[in-house]
């Protein structure tokens, strides 16, 4: 289907360890969907000293190249990310 960005991904039930995206362009934004049911995950963002809230239904916009970011273990639950 049409889509306004360069590639895609779908990451299932995995943990991501802290990063930055080496593909992703630096003046344009990753757009982040958290979906799955009953977990608590969490988007860690270590450049800015921050840990957000990412449950079913998240929708982020992060400059990936720049942003280091990550996914630790977030317990129960199934997590599923389009990215």
Do not use: C
Not at 39 to 45: K, P
Not at 58 to 76: C, F, N, Q, S
Request: charge should be negative.
């Amino acid at each position: 289907w049409p889509s306004t960005f360069s590639g895609m991904e779908v990451i299932v039930n995995r943990e991501m360890p802290h990063h930055r995206d080496p593909g992703a362009s630096v003046s344009i934004y990753d757009l982040l969907v958290s979906l799955g049911q009953d977990h608590q995950a969490v988007l860690d963002l270590p450049d800015l000293g921050a840990q957000l809230g990412y449950p079913p239904g998240t929708m982020v916009y992060i400059a990936g190249k720049v942003l280091e970011h990550g996914v630790p273990r977030w317990g129960d639950g199934e997590r599923i990310v389009i990215a």
